[in-house]
């Protein structure tokens, strides 16, 4: 989820949205366990996405590794499963934030936790 207005869109000359950038919020979980609050942190990168077919796509470098983003969240309103290394430089997400995500009806994007996952973000990074 992109977390500032100063972000950048471009559109194709049909008016289609085919590019964006700026601060994205990317969840992440362990890849060796399975996803609970105590397997849910965040970082924050800037991450450029492009217009894939139906999809929003792009890349997120994370300590060396490239991570490949697809909307809400980085995978489509769930957390990106990574490598102990990447998921060690997580934030832990509060486990209020866990359940209103988990609760929040996102289906292919993000749910009603939205804003309270914008504000915890724009409060705990320095973006």
């Given at each position: 989820m992109y977390l500032d207005n100063d972000g950048?869109?471009?559109y194709s000359r049909t008016g289609n949205q085919h590019h964006s950038k700026g601060n994205f919020l990317v969840l992440?979980?362990?890849k060796g366990q399975d996803i609970?609050?105590?397997n849910f942190k965040a970082v924050?990168?800037?991450v450029a996405l492009e217009q894939m077919g139906h999809w929003m796509m792009g890349t997120a470098r994370i300590k060396n590794h490239s991570i490949t983003i697809s909307g809400a969240y980085g995978r489509d309103g769930l957390p990106c499963s990574?490598?102990?290394e990447v998921f060690d430089m997580g934030v832990p997400i509060p486990k209020e934030l866990y359940?209103?995500?988990n609760d929040g009806g996102g289906w292919n994007g993000c749910?009603?936790?939205a804003e309270e996952m914008r504000k915890w973000a724009l409060e705990t990074f320095e973006i």
């Open positions: 950048r869109t471009y992440l979980q362990d609970g609050p105590n924050v990168r800037k990574v490598h102990k359940d209103l995500w749910g009603s936790e």
